[in-house]
Nanobody, 131 residues
Framework: QVQLVESGGGLVQPGGSLRLSCAAS????????IGWFRQAPGKEREGVSC????????YYADSVKGRFTISRDNAKNTVYLQMNNLKPEDTAVYYC????????????????????????WGQGTQVTVSS
């Protein structure tokens, strides 16, 4: 059974950091691009970042560029999202998702921020940025 499980969310003060993890079971991440999305209350789900498996390239939404870093550890079948300098507007439920149709995050760019390109989703982890 294909499963993605996010962890690492929590409450953090503005300017703080969190590292989210996305662990896969039932398949290996070697062949899939992994994206992070988030959804705040009353808002649509938005793409945050993507990392592809074929070339290891990455893509970031403008809102997080320079603050968030996505990485993968294929040996652990896990993808991470390091979030620094967090802001209240980063508050949301964060989801990871897997796609075998995204070949290069860098080449496909903003397409990787479209939820419809992803086939499997985790259950989400809450991130709250507040003083």
């Amino acid at each position: 059974q294909v499963q993605l499980v996010e962890s690492g969310g929590g409450l953090v003060q503005p300017g703080g950091s969190l590292r989210l993890s996305c662990a896969a079971s039932g398949f290996t991440l070697d062949y899939d691009a992994i994206g992070w999305f988030r959804q705040a209350p009353g808002k649509e789900r938005e793409g945050v970042s993507c990392i592809s498996s074929s070339d290891g390239s990455t893509y970031y939404a403008d809102s997080v560029k320079g603050r968030f870093t996505i990485s993968r550890d294929n040996a652990k079948n896990t993808v991470y999202l390091q979030m620094n300098n967090l802001k209240p507007e980063d508050t949301a439920v964060y989801y990871c998702a897997a796609s075998n149709r995204i070949t290069s995050a860098q080449a496909m760019g903003v397409i990787t921020m479209i939820a419809g390109w992803y086939d499997y989703w985790g259950q989400g982890t809450q991130v709250t940025v507040s003083s």
